[in-house]
């Protein structure tokens, strides 16, 4: 697993409506296993079309994606992209425990045993509601331990906490780190919030709404007490670095 | 305490116990000022709920036989509805180019009258064929059942949860078993429910172009017999059936879809 990296090469993408529409145009970047990658930028920039190319949902006009000099497509083939939207729709007649358990079913684990899941992302009472009876921030919560079902070398989330509170945002950061520490995956992540990109991250890219890099922030230093990190004088000044440099684009 | 839901089929059943009542009152009242004046009684056009009830004690195993042909009818014409409906909506599903196509025809062929239909069908497959009538009641069927199956797999195509599908590799025969199959169930309810009284009404129509038996012809015969007894409770008897079929939906909805309403 080590050595494995994340290519992204000369990758652009347009939307053909009225008129074409660039979303992407010429993203380049590369990441190792173990580091977590979020994007800043604002509406439209072509994030999640990013995230969408990334996950070989769709594909891109030009460029090359490849995960340990192989494309992409092969990544997904082997069941290492784990997949986390931004409005999860879980399957309505189902669970909140036979949801997690569907990724599963589909890769054919014969392990069916969710109950640790569902300790670790804090829905235990609530693993056999429906959908329809799941707030926002739980629907989010069981598409996280989805993706933890399997265990994927590469995870893209779209803003996936964002309809958390704050304390419970807190403890799945907090188990998102656990995940990188242990099974030292790739992490691929919009966000909205500042604050987030810096305390996750070990780079971050700030994308124009030109679906351009503006600048690539690297987070170099060790977060090794993560309580004491969020109050440091480190952690404030990269996010007011971060907030000066969105404030330009 | 009585529920509000129980308190509302109360209510409803004593609107409608009362309308039978005032219709019973108000018929014989009529009739009896009439005859006085010399004309027909109402009976003759209109009858009692009385004499409908008596005409079914007595030519209920007609009425009985007459409809079960019917249903038979319907039914084939229901089921080949629906598989036709099937194969659009999978041919839309998986090549979305063929609904600009079928879908303006369908909408077209639905606001057709029916009856305007009848001569064609009737030349196409022979007078007193139960082909014609099943025909008709395939195509009257066929319809409500596209609309809702192509609103279903139109809903379940946007779903996010395809785009996890794909990230999983899911195969196709997975796909229809995890997410299409089981999200289709609460669309099929419904497109029954459109679609069986419409299967019925449209096996009836045809019955009424040219049949040898069934409900719609016992319906035509006890018009020019000047049945009007017959004729109501013939009528009467295809509506018990569908409102029954209805409920009878509705229950295995509740029992099947439970988790829609939670």
Known sequence: MAGESLEIKNLSKSYQTDQPRLVLNNFNFSCQMGEVVSVIGPSGCGKSTLLKILGNILEPDSGTVEFGGENIALL???????????????????????????P?????????????????????????????????????????????????KLFLMDEPFSAL??????????????????????????????????????????????????????????????????????????????????RRL | MIKSSSRNKIYLLLIFLGLIVFWQLGESYLSSQRMGSGRASLEAFIPTPQTIVKTFMVEGGLIFSELSTTCLRASAGL???????????????????????????????????????????????????????????????????LVSLEAASR???????????????????????????????????????LAIPASIMGAVIGEWLGANNGIGRLM???????????????????????????????????????WKKM
């Open chain 1, 76 to 102: 997904r083939k082997e069941h290492q992209i784990g997949w986390i939207p931004q409005f999860p729709t879980l399957l309505k007649n189902r669970s909140a425990a036979d949801n997690i358990r569907l």
């Open chain 1, 104 to 152: 599963r079913e589909i890769i054919g684990s014969f392990d069916r045993d969710v109950s640790l899941l569902i300790k670790t992302v804090g829905l235990e009472g609530e693993e056999n509601k429906y959908p329809s009876e799941l707030s926002g921030g739980m629907k989010q919560r069981v598409s996280f331990a989805q993706c933890l079902s399997y265990a994927p």
């Open chain 1, 165 to 246: 509170d704050e304390i419970t945002r807190e403890k799945m950061q907090g188990e998102l780190f656990a995940i990188t520490a242990h099974l030292k995956p790739i992490i691929f992540f919009v966000t909205h919030s500042i604050e987030e990109a810096v305390f996750l991250s070990n780079h971050i890219i700030l994308m124009t709404a030109a679906g351009e890099i503006f600048k690539t922030i690297d987070i170099n230093y060790q977060k090794i007490d993560r309580k004491d990190f969020r109050n440091s004088q480190e952690f404030f000044d990269s996010v007011k670095t971060v907030r000066n440099l969105l």
């Open chain 2, 79 to 145: 089921v080949i509805g629906l598989l036709f409906a099937l194969l659009i909506v999978s041919l839309i599903y998986y090549f979305p180019f063929v609904r600009s196509v079928v879908v303006p025809i369908s909408f077209a062929v639905n606001s057709f009258p029916i009856i305007g239909f009848s001569p064609i069908i009737i030349l196409l497959f022979g007078q007193g064929s139960a082909w014609a009538i099943i025909f008709v009641s395939a195509l009257i069927s066929y319809f409500p059942t």
């Open chain 2, 155 to 193: 809903d379940i195509k946007s779903q996010t949860v395809m785009e996890l599908m794909k990230v999983l590799n899911a195969t196709r025969f997975q796909i229809i078993k995890k997410i299409i199959l089981p999200n289709s169930v609460p669309y099929f309810f419904v497109s029954m429910k």
């Open chain 2, 220 to 258: 035509i015969l006890s018009f020019y017999q000047m049945k009007p007894g017959l004729l109501y409770a013939s009528l009467l008897s295809v509506v018990v059936v569908s409102c029954l079929i209805i409920a009878l939906l509705s229950l295995l909805e509740k029992k099947y879809c439970f």
